[in-house]
C-alpha cells in the first residue's frame, strides 16, 4: 500500500482522481467493504485507483486504506512538502520491493541461464576438461594462463605487460583479475572462461529489464524483453556457456550506456542538482570507458552516445530547455570516461593514441553542442539555427581534429577499412541477405520490434527524448548489423527491448492483458482494465498471478513468436561447440606426442583454421594463432605431389587432422582426399603415402589424424621391371585399415619404397623388418 507520501504526491499529479476518491468516501464510511458496482466512478478510473494503491482489495473486495484518508485530509508527513528550488536534494529514493515482481523477474533471467547452459554444458565440460566452444577463446585463454603462469595467481603489475594492449586488454584483464580469485590455475582460467559469457548474459538481461521498465514504466514488457533476449538465437550463441570471445564482454557495457542515457533524458532543468542524475552520468562514464577499453573496435558502439547528444540538444533548443543545465551530468560522464581512458593508457599503455582520442574527442564534441545549443536557447533563435549548427561543427571538426590527433582521418580511414572489409567468414557477411540470416539469428522479433520502433521514432521526434536514446540505439545497430552480422549481438538486446513491448500490446490486443503503459498513455486510453477477477490487470506498479487458462494462453503467443528462436537457439549453438570427433582428435593426439616425448614445434596441428587455436592448444599449448593454418591447410586440397610438401613442412607440422568438407572440391589425387579418403593407403588409380601415420579416426570417420613422419626407405632388388604389393594391417583408435603401396623395380632390379608404418613387409622371396626407429628417423632398410 502508498504510505501518505505516496498518496499525497499521487493526488497532487491527478487531481481528478481526488475527486473520484471524495465520490467513494461516502460509500467507505457506511460499509466496511464494497465492490466496484457501488461506487459511482467509471471502470477506468477505478482502474486507475488500484494501479496507484490508492485502493486496496480485502477478500475479493475493496475499502480506502487509512493512508489515502489521511492524504485527503491533507494530514501527511512533512516530506511531502515542496522543497526550496534552489537546494540540493540530496534524498534517496525509498526501496520498495515487489516480492511478485522479483519473482517474476527472477524466473526470466533463469530462462537467459537456462538457454545459455542447457544446449552446450555437455560439450563444454567432459572427460575433466573444459573444451571451450569455437576457435577464438583459445586465443584469450592462452594469454590469461601464460599472465597466470608469469604471476602465480592474480599480479596487478602485469596488467602492463597484457600482450594484446591494442586488442581487448580490459577483457583479458577481468577474466585474469577471475581465474586469480578463484585459484589462479589453468583449471580455474578455464572454468571461468567457460561461464562467464552467462554471466555476461544475465547481467545484460538484468541492465535490459532496467532499461525496458524505466522507458516503459511497464514491468510486463521488461519480463517480456529478457525472455525474447533469452531465446534470440543471435544473442545465445554468443553468450552461451563455453564460447569466450570478446562479444559477450561488450554486451552488458552497452546496455548500460544506453540505461544511463535514457535516465539522463528524463531530466530537465534542475537535472545539475539531482544527486541521481549525476550517479546515471557516473554510469554513462563507465559504460563508455568499458566499451572503449574491452574492444580495439569499441570505438563504433559509442557512435550513438554522440548522435543522441547532438539529437537530445536539437529537442531541449525546440522545448525551449536550458541545454547546459539538462545535459551537466550527462557532459559530467563523458568527462569521466575521458579521464579513465586516459588514465588506464597512461599508466598500463593500453591501446593507441587513436583509441584513447576517441572519448576525449566525444567529450569536446559534447560540450560544443552544448554550448551552441545553449547560445541558441538564450538569444531564443529558430530551432533551425541548432541544426545549422551541429551542420557548421561537423563540417569544421573534419578540419580541426587532425590538429589534436595527428593523421586522426587517414587512421580513421584505414580501421574502418579492415573494420568493414568481407572476407570468408560468418561474421563479415551482412544480416540481410538471401539466405534469411535475420531469420535465423532474430526470428520473429525483428518482425515483432519494428513496430514499436517505428512508433518510439515518431515519439523522439515529438520531443521524447528517452524513446530517442532507445530509437538512436536500435536504428545504429541495425545499420550495422545489415551491413557486418557480426554486431547482430548487440542488436538483439534493443529487438528484444521493443519486442518485448510489441508483445505486451499483442498480448492486449488479444485480451490476453492490459494496454502497455507507453501507448495508453499515447493514445489517452485507461491504463488498466477493469480490476475484477476475470480481466487482464495492468502489471506496471504491480504483478498479477494468470490463471491457468491465461498462462497457456500467454505461452502459446509466445510460442507464435519467440518459437524460431525456441528452435534455432540449440542449432546454432551446436555449430560453435566443438564437436566430440574433433575434441577426441585432439584428446588422441595430445596422448600420441606425450608419449612420443615431442615438444612445440615437434607436435604442431596443421588442421582447418576454424579449429586450429583448440587442436592446439590441446596438443602443445600454443594457441596463439591460426594464421599458418589458415594459409597452408588449403594446400592439402590443391597439391597431389606428397614429396614435395613433405619438404615445405616437415620442419613447422608435427601432425594433421582432416575433416569431412563435403563441398571442398578436392580431386581423388589431392592429398586431402588420399588422407580422408584411404588413409594414406593406395586406392586405384592413386598410390599410396609415404609420410603420413595415422594415429586416430573418429566415430564415422569425420575426423582422421595423421602423424608426419620421415617414414622407413626400404630398399633391395627383386625381377627386373615388374611390380610388387606390399601391406600392412593398421589398428589405431577408432579404426582398422590395411596399409597398402606398390613397388616397381627398375631394369636393374633395384626397387625404394618409403612406409610411415613400422612391422615387417614382404618383397617377392624376402621379409624386411622396419623398427618404430627406422620410421620416425628416417633410415633405409635393406
Do not use: C
Not at 305 to 319: I, K, M, R, S, Y
Amino acid at each position: 500500500m502508498a504510505d501518505e507520501r505516496d498518496a499525497a504526491e499521487t493526488l497532487t499529479e491527478r487531481p481528478e482522481l481526488a475527486s473520484a476518491l471524495e465520490s467513494i468516501r461516502p460509500i467507505d464510511d457506511d460499509t466496511e467493504t464494497w465492490t466496484f458496482e457501488d461506487v459511482p466512478i467509471d471502470s477506468g478510473t477505478f482502474g486507475e485507483l488500484v494501479s496507484a494503491d490508492l485502493v486496496e482489495k480485502v477478500d475479493g473486495e475493496y475499502r480506502l486504506p487509512d493512508a489515502t484518508r489521511r492524504a485527503l485530509d491533507g494530514n501527511t508527513d512533512d516530506a511531502t512538502d515542496e522543497q526550496d528550488g534552489t537546494e540540493l536534494d540530496l534524498s534517496l529514493p525509498a526501496v520498495d520491493v515487489d516480492r511478485r515482481a522479483v519473482g517474476a523477474l527472477a524466473g526470466a533471467l533463469a530462462v537467459v541461464v537456462l538457454f545459455r547452459t542447457v544446449f552446450s554444458y555437455g560439450s563444454v565440460f567432459r572427460d575433466g576438461a573444459v573444451v571451450l566452444s569455437g576457435n577464438d577463446p583459445y586465443f584469450y585463454r592462452y594469454h590469461v594462463e601464460q599472465l597466470l603462469a608469469q604471476g602465480g595467481g592474480f599480479d596487478a603489475a602485469l596488467l602492463s605487460e597484457i600482450p594484446i594492449p591494442h586488442g581487448e586488454p580490459l577483457m583479458v584483464a577481468a577474466l585474469y583479475w577471475l581465474a586469480g580469485l578463484f585459484g589462479g590455475t589453468a583449471a580455474a582460467a578455464g572454468t571461468v572462461m567457460a561461464w562467464y559469457p552467462v554471466a555476461s548474459a544475465l547481467l545484460t538481461g538484468l541492465l535490459l529489464y532496467l532499461l525496458a521498465v524505466r522507458l516503459t514504466d511497464d514491468r510486463r514488457v521488461g519480463l517480456a524483453a529478457v525472455v525474447l533476449l533469452a531465446t534470440t538465437p543471435a544473442h545465445a550463441i554468443r553468450t552461451s556457456l563455453g564460447f569466450a570471445d570478446h562479444h559477450a564482454f561488450d554486451y552488458p557495457w552497452l546496455v548500460l550506456t544506453a540505461l544511463a542515457l535514457v535516465v539522463l533524458a528524463d531530466r530537465d532543468e534542475d537535472a545539475y542538482r539531482d544527486p541521481r542524475a549525476w550517479l546515471a552520468g557516473l554510469g554513462l562514464g563507465v559504460g563508455v570507458a568499458g566499451q572503449i577499453l574491452a574492444w580495439d573496435y569499441g570505438t563504433a558502439l559509442v557512435v550513438p552516445v554522440a548522435l543522441v547528444v547532438a539529437l537530445a540538444v536539437l529537442l531541449d533548443v525546440t522545448a525551449d530547455r536550458s541545454p547546459l543545465l539538462t545535459n551537466a551530468p550527462l557532459f559530467g560522464g563523458l568527462a569521466v570516461a575521458t579521464l579513465a581512458v586516459q588514465f588506464v593508457h597512461g599508466e598500463v599503455g593500453w591501446h593507441t593514441d587513436f583509441i584513447v582520442a576517441v572519448p576525449l574527442l566525444l567529450a569536446v564534441g559534447a560540450v560544443s553542442v552544448l554550448v551552441a545549443g545553449e547560445v541558441v536557447h538564450r538569444l531564443e533563435l529558430p530551432p533551425l539555427t541548432m541544426v545549422g549548427a551541429e551542420v557548421v561543427g561537423a563540417v569544421a571538426a573534419v578540419f580541426l581534429v587532425p590538429m589534436l590527433v595527428t593523421d586522426f582521418w587517414a587512421r580513421a580511414g584505414e580501421r574502418a577499412d579492415r573494420f568493414f572489409a568481407t572476407r570468408n567468414i560468418v561474421e563479415t557477411q551482412p544480416l540481410i541477405s538471401g539466405d534469411f540470416t535475420w531469420f535465423l539469428l532474430l526470428g520473429f522479433v525483428l518482425v515483432l520490434a519494428l513496430p514499436p520502433l517505428i512508433w518510439a521514432s515518431r515519439r523522439a521526434a515529438e520531443g521524447s527524448k528517452p524513446w530517442l536514446v532507445a530509437g538512436v540505439y536500435t536504428w545504429y545497430f541495425l545499420a550495422l548489423a545489415a551491413v557486418q552480422v557480426r554486431f547482430v549481438g548487440e542488436l538483439a538486446a534493443f529487438t528484444a527491448l521493443f519486442g518485448g513491448l510489441g508483445f505486451v500490446w499483442l498480448a492486449h490486443w488479444v485480451d490476453l492483458a492490459a494496454v502497455p503503459r507507453p501507448f495508453a498513455d499515447d493514445t489517452g486510453a485507461s491504463r488498466t482494465a477493469p480490476p475484477d477477477d476475470d480481466g487482464p490487470t495492468d502489471g506496471s506498479t504491480t504483478l498479477r498471478l494468470p490463471t491457468v487458462r491465461e498462462a497457456g494462453l500467454l505461452v502459446a503467443l509466445f510460442l507464435l513468436v519467440g518459437g524460431i528462436g525456441v528452435l534455432q537457439t540449440p542449432i546454432k549453438t551446436s555449430q560453435i561447440t566443438i564437436e566430440d570427433g574433433a575434441y577426441q582428435s585432439a584428446a588422441a593426439v595430445d596422448d600420441h606426442a606425450t608419449a612420443a616425448n615431442l615438444s612445440y614445434p615437434e607436435n604442431y596441428v596443421l588442421s582447418e583454421w576454424g579449429r586450429n587455436r583448440m587442436y592446439n592448444y590441446f596438443v602443445n599449448g600454443e594457441s596463439r594463432s591460426y594464421g599458418y593454418a589458415r594459409e597452408q591447410y588449403r594446400t592439402l586440397y590443391t597439391s597431389g605431389n606428397e614429396s614435395q610438401w613433405y619438404r615445405s613442412h616437415r620442419n613447422r607440422v608435427g601432425y594433421v587432422v582432416t575433416e569431412s568438407a563435403p563441398n571442398s572440391n578436392a580431386t581423388a589425387r589431392s592429398l586431402f582426399a588420399r588422407l580422408h579418403d584411404g588413409f594414406g593407403s593406395r586406392q586405384s588409380p592413386v598410390s599410396g603415402l609415404a609420410h603420413f601415420r595415422a594415429v586416430f579416426a573418429s566415430d564415422g570417420g569425420d575426423f582422421k589424424a595423421f602423424w608426419l613422419v620421415p617414414g622407413a626407405t626400404i630398399t633391395g632388388t627383386g625381377p627386373a621391371n615388374t611390380t610388387t604389393t606390399i601391406s600392412k594391417s593398421v589398428n589405431v583408435p577408432g579404426a582398422s585399415f590395411t596399409y597398402e603401396r606398390q613397388v616397381r623395380t627398375n631394369a636393374a632390379g633395384e626397387y625404394a619404397v618409403t612406409v610411415p608404418y613400422p612391422g615387417e613387409y614382404d618383397l617377392w622371396t624376402e621379409t624386411v623388418s622396419v623398427s618404430e626407429r627406422n620410421v620416425t628417423v628416417g633410415n633405409r632398410v635393406g
